[in-house]
């Protein structure tokens, strides 16, 4: 961190549909590029380790557990680089599907944020696949670790305290009230 700031990227890799191994290694080597690069922070895409538009597969168990098994490769990736990412795919939790994005760092999950505000309109249709993040905060296993999961989550560095992290997914972002609006008053 220098002068209060620190380097940001986004990246959108080339993604498989459906081909969570292929997406989980093009994160990975976006994450090393990012981190050889020195930013602190990669935004990969919503539903990136799946691929956005799966329509049906996403409630398919292979779909979700392969996801999940993604996520653990690039937890697996990450061990090494000073880095956080946030990487989005679909969470099963409770019997219930979600959209999140899962935040990275040091071979860590450290959360689970989920979506809250589902687009339901034109070519978006998530309420066919997906619930609306639930009130509160919850522990869950996943990706062989315990992790929060919720939409109140703040991630502070230790390393530099002054970064601190909230995070929202998409459609969240334009709503009326935000998650980021909670977020700002913490």
């Known amino acids: 961190m220098k002068y209060g700031f620190i380097k940001v990227a986004a990246a959108s890799p080339a993604l498989r549909v459906a081909d969570c191994r292929y997406n989980a ?9 990012t981190a050889a690069a020195g930013a602190h922070l990669l935004v990969l895409p919503e539903l990136g380790l799946t691929g956005y538009t799966c329509g049906d597969l996403f409630l398919q168990q292979p779909l979700q557990k392969a996801a999940e098994a993604g996520l653990a490769a690039i937890l697996k990736a990450s061990e090494g680089l000073d880095l956080v990412a946030l990487v989005g795919l679909p969470v099963l939790m409770e019997g219930k599907l979600y959209n999140c994005a899962a935040v990275v760092c040091h071979g860590r999950l450290l959360g689970l944020v989920p979506k809250t505000h589902l687009p339901n309109y034109s070519e978006f249709y998530e309420k066919r696949h997906y619930n609306p993040a639930p009130a ?51």
Do not use: K, N, Y
């Open 136 to 186: 509160g905060l919850r522990a869950i296993r996943f990706a062989g670790q315990d992790v929060p999961f919720g939409t109140a989550l703040l991630f502070q560095c230790e390393e530099m305290p002054e970064f601190c992290l909230g995070v929202e997914v998409c459609e969240d972002l334009w709503a009326p009230l935000p998650p980021s609006t909670r977020h700002a008053m913490a």
């Open 25 to 33: 290694e093009r994160a990975a080597e976006m994450m090393q590029q």
